[in-house]
């Protein structure tokens, strides 16, 4: 750890360099993914635009509860199974999946393919069990 502050003390230049550079990846990495909306405000954006939910957890997770009405499209077949969202292009379409990660990169491959409107819900269904929301089973 002396060696580290060390370094940092003398090459600060450096090192403020790098964190630059990290804060500029995360940023542009979130800002492509899309936003992100809390379990309540995807609730409300899709009551109020007609949007969907799209589960991308597995079959297993999906069976074990998941949202009423949410589309289960498994992150790996999202590519092949696009055009079950083509009626949402214009439209809310919020992905969920178990803590939020998976969301990033389905939505830029829903943003690469045209669609408008698209939204990881942040936390993802850990979230949305810590806020005790409904689960259909």
């Known amino acids: 750890m002396s060696l ?78 696009i055009g079950e969202l083509e009626k949402y292009r214009d439209q809310p379409v919020i992905l969920v999946c178990k803590m939020g990660q998976t969301a990033g990169s389905a939505s830029k491959q829903l943003k690469a393919a045209g669609f408008s409107k698209v939204y990881k819900m942040a936390g993802g269904m850990l979230e949305w069990n810590n806020l005790q929301l409904p689960l259909v089973k």
């Open 4 to 81: 580290f502050l060390e370094f940092v003390t003398q090459q600060w230049v450096l090192f403020a360099a790098l964190l630059a550079v990290l804060v500029m990846l995360v940023l542009h990495e979130a800002r492509k993914a899309g936003p992100a909306l809390s379990p309540q405000q995807a609730i409300n954006r899709v009551n109020a635009e007609g949007g969907v939910f799209v589960d991308l957890r597995d079959a297993g997770e999906y069976k074990a509860g998941h949202i009423a009405d949410a589309l289960h499209i498994p992150a790996g077949k999202l590519e092949s199974r």
